[in-house]
């Protein structure tokens, strides 16, 4: 039976342009139809046409469709579908991961307007980067982390420790070590920890609140001298330093607003 184009249109849903497309592609193989008036389709070609939908719909690229669909060996068109099974799969988890990623920001975004509240809560499993800092360790060299060693963005952000010694001096705002930091859990690989730069820090019953960052990475006194209250009045003992990791930063139309999650670890 020969088809024309209008009428394979019909049958699969595609259009006369993708048809087209196709053909022109190798995928089809019309004949020049009745008298060489139009060009015509037979029912094998219909069914390249449905399948290439469906692979593609799949997510195949159109060079892997076409290799499917001209495969004549039932293993190798097996092997190829079992390939794209196993980078899909791989893209399924990191789409979890961004997934619980992004609603974990949601949830600490919606937080913010109680950032005067505190908690006792374990900080969560990080590795940090110590990043180059303008007049603290200009000279020297660091480890920065890459998408190719499994440390995707959006998971690393900005990460800031302050020493708890630090916060005694007399100055308004205390300033920051900066660093990058990720959550282990969207790590693929810790074999880079031996590297300059780079340390691990364990979960740790802290003491958590939201906190402000000024735009030059300092943090107010006051706002880190009230966690030390709530765990004096709580009567804990505190560890030697702070851990800042970015939630968000707002830019309205006057000012940039940073908001961190703040946690001063508890000695137990």
């Given at each position: 039976?020969?088809f024309?184009i209008?009428?394979?249109?019909?049958?699969?849903?595609?259009?006369?342009?993708?048809?087209?497309f196709y053909?022109?592609?190798?995928?089809?193989?019309p004949?020049?139809g009745?008298k060489?008036?139009?060009?015509?389709?037979?029912?094998?070609d219909?069914?390249a046409?449905?399948d290439c939908?469906?692979y593609?719909?799949?997510?195949?690229?159109l060079?892997?469709t076409?290799?499917?669909l001209?495969?004549?060996?039932?293993?190798?068109?097996?092997q190829?579908?079992?390939?794209?099974?196993s980078?899909?799969?791989?893209?399924?988890?990191?789409?979890?991961?961004?997934?619980?990623?992004l609603?974990e920001?949601?949830?600490?975004?919606?937080?913010?307007?109680?950032?005067?509240?505190?908690?006792i809560?374990?900080?969560?499993?990080?590795v940090?980067f110590?990043?180059?800092?303008?007049g603290?360790?200009?000279?020297?060299?660091?480890y920065?982390?890459?998408?190719?060693?499994?440390?995707?963005?959006?998971?690393?952000?900005?990460?800031l420790?302050?020493?708890?010694?630090?916060?005694?001096?007399e100055?308004?705002?205390?300033?920051?070590?900066?660093?990058?930091?990720?959550?282990?859990r969207?790590?693929?690989?810790?074999?880079?920890?031996?590297?300059?730069?780079?340390?691990?820090y364990p979960?740790?019953?802290?003491?958590?609140?939201?906190?402000?960052?000024?735009p030059?990475?300092?943090?107010?006194?006051?706002?880190?001298e009230?966690?030390?209250?709530?765990?004096?009045?709580?009567?804990?003992?505190?560890?030697?330093m702070?851990?800042?990791?970015?939630?968000?930063?707002?830019?309205?139309?006057?000012?940039?607003?940073r908001?961190d999650?703040?946690w001063?670890e508890i000695?137990?």
């Amino acid at each position: 039976m020969e088809f024309k184009i209008g009428e394979v249109s019909k049958m699969t849903g595609l259009s006369s342009s993708g048809i087209r497309f196709y053909e022109k592609e190798g995928i089809l193989s019309p004949s020049n139809g009745r008298k060489g008036k139009y060009r015509s389709y037979d029912l094998s070609d219909v069914s390249a046409l449905l399948d290439c939908r469906n692979y593609r719909q799949c997510g195949f690229s159109l060079e892997d469709t076409t290799s499917l669909l001209k495969a004549s060996d039932p293993k190798e068109s097996a092997q190829r579908i079992e390939d794209f099974e196993s980078d899909l799969q791989e893209e399924i988890l990191r789409k979890q991961k961004i997934l619980q990623f992004l609603q974990e920001r949601k949830k600490a975004i919606l937080k913010i307007s109680k950032e005067n509240e505190m908690s006792i809560e374990e900080r969560p499993e990080f590795v940090r980067f110590a990043l180059w800092q303008p007049g603290v360790n200009e000279n020297q060299e660091y480890y920065l982390p890459s998408e190719e060693m499994g440390i995707r963005i959006p998971f690393a952000d900005s990460n800031l420790i302050i020493q708890t010694k630090d916060i005694v001096n007399e100055c308004e705002n205390v300033l920051t070590q900066w660093g990058l930091g990720i959550d282990v859990r969207y790590l693929e690989s810790l074999k880079w920890l031996k590297e300059k730069g780079v340390s691990y820090y364990p979960p740790a019953l802290s003491i958590h609140r939201m906190i402000r960052v000024t735009p030059d990475l300092s943090v107010n006194k006051k706002e880190l001298e009230e966690m030390m209250d709530f765990a004096k009045a709580n009567n804990l003992k505190v560890g030697e330093m702070f851990m800042l990791q970015r939630i968000v930063s707002l830019r309205g139309e006057s000012e940039t607003q940073r908001f961190d999650h703040c946690w001063l670890e508890i000695e137990e």
